[in-house]
């Protein structure tokens, strides 16, 4: 994706690409003009969402009136262009360059993993070479193994690719180019970190060079059935594909040419419940225990389609509906919107890649959602965006890409997002009450409270003028502080007058769609039906319940995604026992299938009425995202009244953050195999000061009710006086924790 500034962005053109007139506008590359025409350009080393690498010359086409050939990657069309992208000249010009190519490239691709899916091997076909024209001198250069991708180097054609996602898609800068002529390789600098983001690097791989560990010499390509479906594992919904085997899994794979997936979704797929049967007796208590329920309580791992069958059970028997994350982000969204007017937020992930200044707020997205993450990275590399992060406590992992940290006090962030809004409202025209209750805000006071310096925000507000293209991301430490409903009235001007691109990132799964769907309530009342949360009754995708339920990946339904996207998700494994449909229709609802329901999901919140079936799942051959629909933002009304900003609570001395580690989210990905994490709290050298905890401690503290048993671990690359506690260790317990991520510690020794 190039970064066009020019005042003729946009501006028609026609050019004309072996003898066809396209029409297109200026800024755009040859190489993509011809795409958009369906006209085949060779290339190697292009990959469409990055920008071009320039280092195949596969692309090479001629222009009328221009002396040589021309990289059609990198030259933008003019208007009248005529364009020739094959004849003999540019044929034997590529023909060439495979030749030089395969020097040295083993042709022996039988026992090559990537055979029957590798770029050289199919151009090797397309160019007619059956033999290796030239050799030089082997040099002896051992497979490297990186953890969850081993890299041969010589296999490597050096096209770039894998260092390119890892700049400038996921961010991590692990993959560097050693320069040094025919011994010029790929190193990778943080090997000692294992990033599951280098999967990205070895999905855009053309050849067989950077390979997954663990599907290596598995399987031919091949034989395994592609199945597409969405990513379950946080609010992201990304695009990926399940290619399965004899009821197996060997990988996920995604359209890496124009989308990304964290480790998460590409390695953390080993969760499905095995093996299970309809179990009668239990089936039967189940559909007993959700008739004498009171309260139901669920997880975000819930599809739309069980999100509404369970909202139909509420509005047939009265029960009530708890889900505690989603519950929180409904609250919040729905004070957001009495600002805005709309239902939904402004944002999309792709305005995100394209903004020009992001601001950060009550998230460590880093860990929280991947896929924000790396469209902050792309907003920084492609258009050197400034990053402002807000948060107690800093990201190291995020560090390369943030240009401004502003700390804040645990507790404080409503006075943080009041500071933020009379900050960077100053000089924008208001309507009077919202002028004068931020003119009536006691500043001094807020600065103090939250340690945010009024310089800070003054050189924020300086380093955003003159700038367009302003991005917010706010995540879920807000949504259940106890002031979320004002944090988000307060965050909400910044969509309204300041014209920010407003992302509210969903806190898990699918709350997104649960939030839109179903009518949730507070508290748990009574007998309880947990469906993958602990309950009286508990249906478990885990295995460990009363009754076993179906994975996400052994579902088909839709999920609703952080670019308020309805995607289709498809089953990769058969499911042999009952499901909740299958107790729904015991309860007077009446569905062959659960995917019945995805026409029925609420017209009133966005949804449409179609079919499953009739849900498109692809990406055209320019990019254009076809999966499923967009949400209709629905009109709300506005009710723009502000509260004075209450006194913060204390966090003073050990505190502990509710925070999973990177890519980690559910008890999903922790069963997941190749995923695999030891969950410790991990805090500063000062922290364990504070606490007087040693390195190695286990320790035992509860939160909401949830006891954790951890061992305690420092961290020398942290500071301050907050620990990070995961909690996707926690079997479906984790689904009860319902308060404001930061919580004092308190917590009992158990020895080492
Ligand atoms: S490892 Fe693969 S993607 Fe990276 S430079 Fe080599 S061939 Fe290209
Ligand atoms: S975990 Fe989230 S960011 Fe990662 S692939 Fe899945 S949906 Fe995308
Ligand atoms: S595709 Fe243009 S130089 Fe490689």
Not at 7 to 29: L, P
Not at 72 to 80: N, P, V
Not at 410 to 432: F, H, I, N, W
Not at 525 to 552: Q, R
């Amino acid at each position: 994706m190039s970064i066009h500034n020019s005042i003729h962005k946009g501006k028609a053109i026609t050019v004309t690409i072996d003898g066809k007139t396209c029409q297109s506008t200026f800024g755009k590359t040859i190489l993509e003009i011809a795409r958009e025409n369906d006209i085949y350009v060779p290339t190697m080393c292009y990959l469409t969402k990055v920008q071009p690498i320039g280092a195949c010359r596969m692309c090479v086409v001629e222009v009328e009136g221009v002396d040589g050939m021309i990289l059609s990657c990198q030259e933008k069309a003019t208007d009248g262009a005529v364009i020739t992208t094959n004849n003999a000249e540019v044929y034997q010009e590529r023909q060439n360059i495979m030749k030089l190519y395969n020097v040295n490239h083993p042709l022996e691709c039988g026992v090559c993993d990537k055979s029957g899916e590798c770029d050289l091997q199919n151009k090797t076909m397309e160019f007619g070479l059956e033999q290796q024209a030239f050799t030089a001198r082997d040099q002896h250069r051992p497979v490297e193994n990186w953890g969850h991708v081993s890299y041969d180097p010589a296999l490597c054609i050096m096209c770039e690719k894998c260092v390119r996602v890892s700049t400038e898609i996921t961010g991590d800068e692990a993959l560097k180019v050693k320069f040094g002529g025919y011994g010029s390789t790929i190193i990778n600098t943080k090997q000692e970190k294992n990033y599951a983001s280098l999967g990205e690097a070895a999905a855009v791989c053309p050849v067989g060079a950077l390979v997954s560990t663990d599907f290596k010499y598995t399987s031919n390509a091949w034989e395994l059935t592609k199945i597409p479906s969405a990513c379950p594992h946080c609010g992201g919904g990304c695009q990926m594909t399940y290619e399965v085997k004899n009821e197996r899994i060997y990988r996920v794979t995604n359209t890496y040419e124009f989308t990304s997936l964290c480790g998460a979704g590409r390695y953390g797929f080993e969760y499905a419940n095995e093996n299970v049967t309809k179990d009668k007796v239990a089936f039967d208590k189940a559909v007993a225990a959700v008739k004498e329920a009171q309260t139901v309580i669920f997880s975000s791992q819930t599809s739309n389609e069980e999100a509404l069958i369970l909202q139909k059970i509420k509005e047939k028997s009265g029960l009530k509906l708890v889900s505690h994350e989603a519950r929180a982000y409904q609250k919040f969204m729905q004070a957001y919107s009495s600002v805005t007017g709309q239902s939904l937020y402004s944002g999309s992930l792709k305005a995100l890649s394209e903004s020009r200044a992001v601001i950060v707020m009550g998230t460590r997205i880093n860990d929280d959602s991947p896929t924000v993450k790396y469209h902050i990275n792309m907003a920084s590399k492609w258009h050197r965006a400034r990053v402002a992060y807000m948060h107690p406590l800093e990201d190291t992992e995020i560090q390369n890409i943030v240009t401004q940290f502003i700390k804040y006090e645990a507790g404080s962030e409503e006075g943080a997002a009041a500071l933020l809004a009379d900050t960077l409202l100053k000089e924008v025209e208001l309507p009077k009450a919202v002028r004068s209750f931020l003119d009536d805000l006691d500043i001094g006071n807020l600065s103090a409270e939250s340690n945010i310096g009024e310089e800070e925000l003054e050189a924020l507000r300086k380093s955003l003028i003159k700038k367009s293209g302003f991005s917010l991301v706010v995540g879920s430490d807000l949504y259940a502080h106890p002031r979320a409903e004002h944090i988000a009235k307060l965050l909400a001007l910044l969509e309204v007058y300041a014209d920010f691109n407003v992302i509210c990132v969903p806190p898990a799964g699918n709350a997104m769609g649960i939030s839109l769907i179903c009518d949730l309530d507070d508290a748990v009342e009574g007998k309880t039906v947990g469906y993958n949360a602990p309950a009286d009754f508990t249906l478990s995708a885990l295995g460990d319940g009363d009754l076993d339920m179906p994975a996400m990946n052994q579902q088909e339904g839709t999920l609703t995604t952080i670019d308020k996207r309805v995607v289709p998700m498809n089953a990769a494994l058969p499911y042999g026992g009952y499901v909740l449909n299958d107790i729904a229709n015991c309860l007077d609802l009446n569905a062959s299938y659960t995917i019945e329901y995805t026409k029925e999901l609420p017209k009133e919140k966005g949804f449409e009425a179609v079919e499953f079936d009739s849900l498109p799942d692809y990406f055209d051959t320019v990019g254009n995202e076809h999966r499923g629909y967009l949400l209709k933002s629905q009109k709300v009304s506005v009710k723009r009244d502000f509260d004075e900003v209450e006194e913060i609570e204390g966090f003073d001395g050990a505190v502990v953050y509710n925070c999973n580690p990177t890519e980690q989210f559910s008890p999903f990905t922790a069963k997941s195999k190749l995923l695999k994490d030891e969950a410790v709290l991990l805090g500063s050298q000062q922290f364990a000061t504070v606490t007087k905890l040693q390195d190695g401690e286990n320790i035992t503290y509860t939160i909401d009710g949830v006891k954790f048993d951890r061992v305690f671990k420092i961290d020398t690359s942290m500071k301050g006086t907050i620990a990070l506690n995961p909690t996707f260790d926690m079997g479906l317990s984790g689904a009860l924790l319902s308060s404001y991520r930061f919580s004092r510690l308190d917590f009992e020794r158990a020895g080492k």
